[in-house]
């Protein structure tokens, strides 16, 4: 697959995932809202960010993973796409959820694009280990993201069955971002040791 082609979707994936201390909005008292308009915002929040993260496994194409990475991201996709098209099907039942309602300050904007186009350029130029590891801290913060914006939305869902459902999806992609992270601390830990048995051999 050319890289070319893989560029719009690592631009949407990575603009979704900023929600780092750096990527916040400043602190300041926010406007009190209803349960309504705050699930509707994190439903559209996480619809956004599961409909990009489906993409994620396209980047096999430009990339060689080892298997157990590719799987996981493979699951990731897959998980993402199942819940993405699970909001869809909500929205679709029950006019008064929105899945347009980002609602992020134009600030705020400008701040994830640029650093989805650092975090783009990263992996397009990175290989070996060293994309690995960058492809998993974007994955963490990706799936913490959804894992709380499941949550939230669905201590706000009055619809007792789309709160399960959401809690469910908010279990899945807890547990996936615990899977992520032992993974990443495994390849951060091997690439440590190998450092330093390098450095003694100097």
Not at 41 to 56: F, G, P, T
Not at 93 to 118: C, F, H, Y
Not at 148 to 163: F, I, S, T
């Amino acid at each position: 697959m050319n890289t070319k082609n893989i560029r719009p979707q690592l631009a949407a994936l990575f603009s979704v995932v900023c929600l780092l201390t750096g990527c916040q909005s400043p602190k300041a008292a926010p406007p009190v809202q209803s349960g309504a308009s705050v699930r509707n915002n994190c439903y559209s929040l996480l619809h956004q960010l599961l409909a990009e993260q489906k993409d994620v496994s396209l980047l096999r194409f430009i990339k060689f993973e080892h298997s157990d990475v590719k799987e996981l991201v493979k699951r990731i996709a897959t998980t993402s796409g199942t819940g993405a098209k699970l909001l869809e099907k909500f929205a679709k039942d029950d006019p008064s959820i929105a899945l347009d309602d980002i609602g992020l300050p134009p600030g705020e904007l400008a701040a994830r694009a640029a650093i989805a186009a650092t975090k783009e350029q990263a992996l397009l130029n990175q290989t070996g280990r060293q994309f690995e590891l960058t492809l998993l801290l974007t994955q963490t913060e990706a799936l913490s993201y959804a894992w709380h914006l499941a949550k939230v939305a669905g201590e706000n869902e009055p619809q007792a069955d789309r709160a399960r459902a959401l809690a469910g999806l908010g279990e899945d992609m807890q547990s996936l971002y615990e899977e992520v992270f032992l993974l990443l601390l495994s390849r951060s830990n091997s690439a440590a040791a190998n450092s330093i048995k390098a450095q003694s051999q100097d």
